[in-house]
Nanobody, 127 residues
Framework: QVQLVESGGGSVQAGGSLRLSCVVSGRTFSTLRMGWFRQAPGKEREFVAAINLSITSTAYADSVKGRSTISRDNAKNTVYLQMDSLKSEDTGVYYC????????????????????WGQGTQVTVSS
């Protein structure tokens, strides 16, 4: 049973920072491609960032590019999302997701690409 557990959410003022963490268990972490998504109230879940098996291969939504950094520590089975210069529009529930690597092209921004999901962690940014 693969489990993803997020932490690090909270309430911050605009301009502040948060670091989200997601610990994965139940599967060899190094074989999982990882992503972060978020869902604001009344809106669809949207892609935020993704990291491939290689720690140097990352991708970001335009809305967070330059303000966020995704990273992974395979020794700790953990993926991180560092978010800086937070804005009120960053408010939402942030979900960690994992995709079993099976080769081929990776549609990292598509939620349907991912096999496992965490329960989410709330991020609230006040202006």
């Amino acid at each position: 049973q693969v489990q993803l557990v997020e932490s690090g959410g909270g309430s911050v003022q605009a301009g502040g920072s948060l670091r989200l963490s997601c610990v994965v268990s139940g599967r060899t972490f190094s074989t999982l491609r990882m992503g972060w998504f978020r869902q604001a109230p009344g809106k669809e879940r949207e892609f935020v960032a993704a990291i491939n098996l290689s720690i140097t291969s990352t991708a970001y939504a335009d809305s967070v590019k330059g303000r966020s950094t995704i990273s992974r520590d395979n020794a700790k089975n953990t993926v991180y999302l560092q978010m800086d210069s937070l804005k009120s529009e960053d408010t939402g529930v942030y979900y960690c997701a994992a995709d079993r690597y099976q080769g081929g092209r990776w549609s990292f921004s598509s939620s349907g690409e991912y096999d496992y999901w965490g329960q989410g962690t709330q991020v609230t940014v006040s202006s």
